[in-house]
């Protein structure tokens, strides 16, 4: 285990978290953009934390306000070094599931209002991660991917409709959300 990254913001700010070999954590100053956006929707939400890694996304979104997080990882030793972390900022009520993806995703019940997803840079399969995601989402639900920046991203994925993109640097995020 490599020591890793601190959560940025909310009840658990400050506290250091153990990242898993191989996992990219979300950098800080994304992870701050990305709540500053969803401010006014964590409360009470429902999270889907895809290709978790350490489970800092996650993490931070309950200590900001939101009711439950599902963390989905492919990865065993990810799965384990998040549900330690969990247990390091007290948190008990987490799910965590391993599962490949985008084909575990029929395996999930949702619905959830706000999904974050950070596969790896080489990862391939997003149009049909975004579509696996339509029956798992919350009617007003949203999705943000992280990407590199040098990738484009879909502007439709089935009734999915990228509605913004913002970049930070290497990374970037696009936001979904479905077609009214």
């Not at 009711?67 to 065993?76: A, G, I, R, S």
């Not at 798992?136 to 999705?143: N, W």
């Not at 920046?149 to 936001?175: Q, T």
Request: aromatic share 8%; net charge neutral.
């Amino acid at each position: 285990m490599k020591p890793g990254v601190r959560v940025t913001g909310g009840a658990f700010r400050g506290r250091g978290l153990t990242v898993p070999p191989g996992a990219r954590p979300t950098e800080g100053r994304v992870r701050e953009a990305l709540f500053s956006i969803w401010a006014d929707r964590l409360e009470g939400a429902r999270v889907l934390d895809l290709f978790a890694g350490s489970g800092v996304v996650g993490l931070e979104a309950l200590g900001r306000g939101a009711l439950t997080v599902f963390f989905v990882d492919d990865n065993l030793r990810a799965i384990k070094t998040l549900e330690a972390n969990a247990a390091v900022v007290g948190e008990k009520g987490i799910e965590a599931r391993r599962l490949t993806l985008p084909a575990g995703l029929p395996r999930l019940t949702g619905p959830f209002d706000l999904v974050f997803a950070d596969p790896p840079y080489a990862f391939d399969a997003y149009s049909e991660l975004l579509v696996g995601l339509v029956p798992l989402l919350a009617e007003d639900g949203e999705v943000v991917v992280e990407h590199s920046s040098r990738r484009e991203m879909p502007l439709e994925a089935g009734p999915l409709v990228r509605v913004d993109v913002r970049r930070y640097g290497e990374s970037s995020l696009s936001f979904y959300r479905l077609t009214p």
